[in-house]
């Protein structure tokens, strides 16, 4: 399943080959320019990586590792840091004097991408969280399976190949459970509690459920006899190969691991498991700032955040004070919708008006359209919503939650459609992807960028026209509220010592988040500690920054113009992106002044508005 990296000599001696004459080795070919040297190795790392991870491949489009599922064993994990260790090494050969401009800071992020990787497994040679109630393999598989084509009896082909990978996935999972409680670093009980009912419902419905479905639905440009040949190999594999895994890894997990499992929720409980979170936190958050220094910084962000609400409420029509307000947000049967399509309907025309008005906030806007549709795996731990990135065969969506409707309240909508979408997630990665850029910078990932810029995007909501509603502004406060609260939550539990009901009772006192809600997202911060922090301190790096141009600049600052520095270079960690927005600044100093330039019109003006029901 995996192609691994022979050796470092190896690689450089196709990073740099030698003409060889006839009779013997002549004179070296003078070596290829280092800009050259250096995209061939992004390139063939990048090649490395899909095969590394055909899910991905799978979700970017990319359909030649279709048949594949990731190798999850422990010898896996090890090749893989090894391949890492090894291109950071061919890196360095690479003469960085003679680099510049973008490819400069293409090698600088390759650089840092590769000691990241290097110092997390340095830590633990098994993955300390392999699968939890929030993101395991009862989560991620029916979610590669919606992303995967079904158009070809190939396509077909390589799906049942994959559904014959799981039991070697699992066996994988299995072994990197058992490395982990092996070394005093079990799973807290809080994070698997759901996950081996998840994994039964997933087994007894096969057939009929997300598995099953492709087997449902072979086109009819397929041939009747090929259809027939399909849905019998389909249903075999799913019989004999996906329902063993599957029950194989609930098992386990049910009567070996629980059992086993902490009842201690914080990494600070782990061995060396404090350096594991301030590894955690430097990596999500790119600052240098302690778990104690942002467990402040939160507790102060909630606090004025709060009084903002409290002078918010009486524009409700409210007779009360903000604590009696959030549980009447929470709970009002006139602030949630009745049905699944009238709340899909909701967010289709908030994304409508976002791409109408995106003109007066960005200079650049995607080509690629961005379609709404339901979550087909619903249930106790997901979002609201989420963005799925598109590709040459698949639109750009925005995933909702519509189970539970009681818990998904209309005043949360616009908020979420302008993170998740437009200017928030659509815009940022849809424009990476547009970019003359190496595939790994298009397609990267930096959480206090990404999750950062839609949390800022949120806040652009007044230029888009949006907020002018006492609840759709109470929605965006609340949001606000709850991206600090995750600040004091999350370094409460991991660091501090603070305890499962504590954060609960924490986020239920201080926002109106619907308390299973609360629940599932305290779960959440217990299975990915440190993640949660990216959205605030990323949001408030880039208002720092704005500040700071618009301080510098005066009436020469544009709010078009300093969002193309923010996002015209792809995904960056926030000491780059700091970086760069302080040459556009100087760059901006040193320019003629001239007035603000007019919205531009078509072709960029706005991405084509959202697609209709899929």
């Known amino acids: 399943m995996r192609h691994l990296f022979a050796s470092l000599s190896a690689s450089l001696a196709l990073l740099v080959p030698l003409a060889v004459g006839a009779a013997g080795?002549?004179?070296?070919?003078?070596?290829?320019?280092?800009?050259?040297?250096?995209?061939?190795?992004?390139?063939?790392d990048w090649q490395w990586q899909l095969r590394r991870a055909p899910e991905r491949a799978t979700g970017l489009g990319e359909q030649r590792h279709n048949a594949l599922l990731l190798d999850t064993s422990l010898a896996a994990r090890a090749a893989a840091l090894e391949h890492e260790r090894a291109m950071l090494e061919a890196a360095r050969e690479i003469d960085r004097d003679r680099l510049e401009g973008q490819a400069l800071l293409s090698y600088e992020l390759f650089l840092l991408e590769k000691q990241q990787r290097l110092d997390a497994g340095a830590l633990t040679p098994f993955d300390p969280q392999p699968l939890t109630a929030y993101d395991g393999l009862q989560v991620q598989l029916p979610r590669l399976v919606a992303q995967t084509p079904f158009a070809t009896e190939e396509d077909y082909r390589a799906y049942i190949a994959r559904l014959k990978a799981l039991p070697a996935h699992v066996d994988g999972l299995l072994e990197q459970l058992r490395a982990g409680l092996k070394a005093g670093w079990p799973m807290p009980k809080a994070v698997l509690r759901g996950v081996p009912d998840a994994l039964r419902s997933l087994r007894e419905g096969l057939a009929e459920g997300p598995l099953g479905a492709p087997f449902k639905r072979i086109p009819a440009a397929i041939a009747p006899e090929v259809r027939e040949s399909l849905q019998a190999a389909g249903g075999a594999a799913l019989n004999d190969s996906a329902a063993p895994a599957l029950r194989k890894l609930e098992e386990f997990i049910r009567t070996d691991y629980l059992p086993q499992a902490r009842d201690s929720i914080g990494a600070s409980n782990l061995p060396s498991g404090a350096a594991w979170y301030a590894l955690l936190v430097r990596q999500a958050t790119n600052t240098e700032l302690t778990p104690a220094e942002i467990h402040a910084l939160g507790l102060k962000e909630v606090a004025r955040l709060r009084a903002e609400v409290a002078a918010l409420v009486p524009r409700t029509g409210f007779r009360a004070d903000a604590g009696k307000f959030?549980?009447?947000?929470?709970?009002?049967?006139?602030?949630?919708?009745?049905?699944?399509?009238?709340?899909?309907?909701?967010?289709r025309r908030a994304l409508a008006r976002a791409a109408a008005k995106l003109p007066a906030v960005v200079s650049a806007a995607p080509a690629a359209g961005l379609a709404v549709k339901p979550m087909t795996v619903a249930g106790p731990g997901q979002p609201a919503a989420y963005y799925e990135a598109g590709n040459e065969g698949r639109s750009a969506a925005l995933v909702v939650n519509v189970a539970d409707l009681p818990a998904r309240p209309i005043w949360q909508v616009d908020t979420i459609a302008l993170h998740e979408g437009l200017p928030g997630h659509h815009l940022q990665a849809a424009r990476a992807q547009e970019l003359d850029l190496p595939a790994f910078r298009r397609h990267?990932?930096?959480?206090?960028?990404?999750?950062?810029?839609?949390?800022?995007?949120?806040?652009?909501?007044?230029?888009?026209?949006?907020?002018?509603d006492p609840f759709s502004l109470f929605g965006h406060l609340n949001e606000q509220v709850f991206r600090a609260a995750r600040l004091v939550v999350d370094t409460g539990i991991h660091a501090l010592g603070w305890q499962r009901q504590q954060a609960i009772d924490y986020l239920?006192?201080?926002?109106?988040?619907?308390?299973?809600?609360?629940?599932?997202?305290?779960?959440?911060?217990?299975?990915?500690?440190?993640?949660?922090?990216?959205?605030?301190?990323?949001?408030?790096?880039?208002?720092a920054l704005r500040k700071k141009a618009r301080a510098a600049l005066g009436e020469r600052f544009d709010l078009r113009r300093f969002h193309e520095a923010v996002l015209g270079n792809g995904a960056l960690p926030l000491p780059l992106l700091e970086r760069q927005v302080e040459r556009w600044i100087a760059s901006e100093s040193r320019a003629p002044a001239s007035p603000p330039a007019a919205p531009p019109s078509s072709p960029a003006g706005p991405p084509p508005p959202p697609q209709g029901k899929e």
């Open 444 to 468: 990267a990932w930096y959480p206090a960028y990404g999750e950062g810029w839609a949390t800022y995007a949120e806040s652009l909501g007044p230029e888009l026209g949006f907020f002018q």
């Open 508 to 543: 239920n006192a201080n926002t109106a988040n619907p308390p299973a809600d609360n629940e599932a997202e305290v779960d959440r911060y217990i299975a990915q500690p440190a993640r949660a922090l990216s959205y605030k301190i990323g949001q408030l790096r880039i208002l």
């Open 25 to 44: 080795p002549g004179p070296a070919t003078p070596a290829p320019p280092a800009a050259e040297q250096a995209g061939k190795l992004f390139e063939r």
């Open 326 to 347: 959030l549980v009447f947000a929470r709970t009002d049967p006139r602030l949630f919708f009745p049905d699944a399509d009238t709340l899909l309907g909701r967010y």
